[in-house]
């Protein structure tokens, strides 16, 4: 990690005290998930491509570090990464920046589902535009992985 690296780091993390300090940050937007409906694990990669090509491409790379130019965080190394923790991403939403759960494929099949129930505030494009199919969500939750 660089100097510039670990100032963007010092910042989120200082930006995440403050907002603990005033009490802002909850432990998690939902409680522990026990509904009898369980994240599909037989996803395709090849299709989880394409799902994320038409859903998700137009504001977010699959990189490891963000491209400057895209309305989004990077999602190439999402998958169990701590939500709102990508120091190289500076215009997350309030509720991603206190939020403290990580993105597991149980979490992400939510979110694809409804972003509301995870992340109130989001600018993610599938707040308007679920994916509805449970298909769809698995293949991306295995490209993710």
Not at 5 to 27: F, S, V
Not at 43 to 53: H, K, L, P
């Amino acid at each position: 990690m660089d100097a510039q690296e670990k100032e963007e780091l010092a910042r989120i993390t200082a930006k995440k005290k403050a907002l603990a300090l005033k009490g802002e940050i909850k432990e998690n937007y939902i409680e522990e998930d026990n509904s009898p409906e369980e994240v599909p694990v037989d996803g395709e990669v090849r299709a989880g491509t394409m799902v994320f090509m038409k859903n998700c491409g137009g504001c977010h790379s699959l990189d490891a570090v963000d491209v400057k130019d895209m309305r989004g965080p990077s999602l190439g190394l999402i998958y169990n990464r701590r939500v709102g923790s990508n120091t190289n991403y500076e215009s997350y939403s309030d509720s991603m920046l206190k939020s403290t759960f990580f993105w597991t494929a149980k979490n992400l099949y939510k979110f694809m589902a409804n972003t509301h129930t995870l992340i109130p505030d989001t600018r993610c494009w599938l707040k308007k535009h679920p994916l509805h199919s449970k298909e769809d969500r698995a293949d991306l939750i295995t490209l993710f992985k």
